[in-house]
């Protein structure tokens, strides 16, 4: 009975960390700039999507006895 209300009390302090650590972390906003583009975006703006390449390679291998074990996995650039 001691372990499961020690759980309960672990898990309850837990939960109140997790919910008011984030509101106190939060940096204050000092040094933003409105209408800048974000360094995020600029690097998503330059990516360019390619078309995938994918291909089926089959891999034979020799199993028990010497049968022949094929798997295929698909492999994508």
Request: hydrophobic share 45%; net charge positive.
């Amino acid at each position: 009975m001691k372990k499961l209300i020690l759980a309960a009390a672990s898990v309850l302090l837990l939960g109140l960390a997790s919910v008011t650590a984030p509101a106190i972390a939060m940096p204050a906003a000092h040094g933003l700039k409105v209408g800048a583009v974000s360094d995020v975006e600029a690097v998503q703006y330059r990516h360019r999507m390619r078309p995938h390449v994918c291909r089926t390679e089959r891999i034979v291998r020799r199993g028990p006895y010497g049968r022949r074990i094929v798997t295929t996995r698909r492999v994508c650039r």
